[in-house]
């Protein structure tokens, strides 16, 4: 079967497109809907009869604005892995985040790429305090002065490069920082935000527990995604950034659990 989008573009094989939607998810764990169709150069309404086709055979699972592999609510995606997933996206909700933040602020930010481009922004503060677990956000904040950084203890988890078991959590206890800027796996209003292992989402949590306000950082691709361990409930979360791609019925859901919502513009 040959499909010919109605925009125009050249003819291509629906086996071919499927094998080759297989692939980019299969190589990241997650790929957003604008991702395939850019990559398989077919429209949205295509991709998405590809992926309902894919998800029949259970060689996916769809969710709002993308798909997963077949149980990866319990596989945790490693950092090489999510670099390179809805980068603009993340870019935006970073420079967006990071202007919640101000001078004088003490802060802690939990591991992932985009907390990861977030805490690159910050270099412009000045007495700024900042905890944290994940290795890439130390290394991010490294040749800025004026911040101050501390690391937590903890076990090293590889797939995220963060600081993670009793001791990471032992180090935030007592601790109280203005507001928390967290990521994670999922985001439902059922749930809340989430995550694929039970020893990362304990250390979000004291995270999350160490400031008066919680900050969520979450691309379209994480909203409606419901993943294995609850990290913070959503009437927990006082802030979302998100990107303009998110499913607005679950952002709705989100603000009437109190959620205040701020969408990232690419």
Known sequence: MVHTDSDGRRPVFAAERRRRILELVRANGAVSLRELAQAVQSSEVTVRRDLRALESEGLLNRHHGGATLPGDQNREAGHVQKVTLSSAEKSAIADLAASLVEDGDAIVVGPGTTTQEFARRLSRHTELAVVTNSLLVAQALADSPRIEVMLTGGTLRGPILALVGSAAERS????????????????????????ANMQVACVDRALAAAAEEVVVLADHTKIGVDAMVQTVSAEQIDHLVTDAAAPH???????????????AQI
């Open 172 to 195: 935030l206890a007592g601790l109280r920082v203005r507001r928390a800027f967290v990521s994670g796996n999922g985001l439902t209003a059922d749930r809340g935000l989430s995550t």
């Open 249 to 263: 019925d679950v952002l709705d859901e989100l603000v009437g659990k109190g959620v205040r919502l701020h969408v």
